[in-house]
């Protein structure tokens, strides 16, 4: 499955903004879709996945309360919301899909084999 994410901008701190990943080649039915984010001269980070069979999300502690996944079956498309943007939030975010994800695997980086070229995020304070 080939991905694309889009959306990222500029935003000043406290202010909000909406990611979106779409898929082609295949639909996210099956798969389990991820957002990761990489800041400059960080290591890439888990952000949050949604598990299309049934839903189930996991967030990494960092972005609990201001970001939400979701998903848009019928448009093939997995959303980040993100509110309340910090300064530590600037980074590229990536999205990832991978098929038959057990729940404890979800947030990890090795688990994912198809992935999106990233959407630059900067958060000005």
């Known amino acids: 499955v080939q991905l694309q994410a889009f959306g990222g901008g500029l935003v000043q701190a406290g202010g909000s903004l909406r990611l979106s990943c779409g898929a082609s080649g295949r639909t996210f039915r099956g798969y389990s879709v991820a957002w990761f984010r990489q800041a400059p001269g960080k290591e890439r980070e888990f952000v949050v996945a949604?598990?299309?069979?049934?839903?189930?999300?996991s967030y990494a502690d960092s972005v609990k309360g201001r970001f939400t996944i979701s998903r848009d079956n019928a448009k093939n498309m997995v959303y980040l919301q993100m509110n309340n943007l910090k300064s530590d939030d600037t980074a590229v975010y990536y999205c990832?899909?991978?098929?038959?994800?057990?729940?404890?695997?979800?947030?990890?980086?090795?688990?994912?084999?198809?992935w999106g070229q990233g959407t630059l995020v900067t958060v000005s304070s």
């Open positions: 990832a899909a991978a098929p038959r994800l057990i729940y404890s695997s979800l947030p990890v980086l090795s688990s994912y084999d198809n």
């Open positions: 949604i598990r299309w069979t049934d839903g189930a999300t």
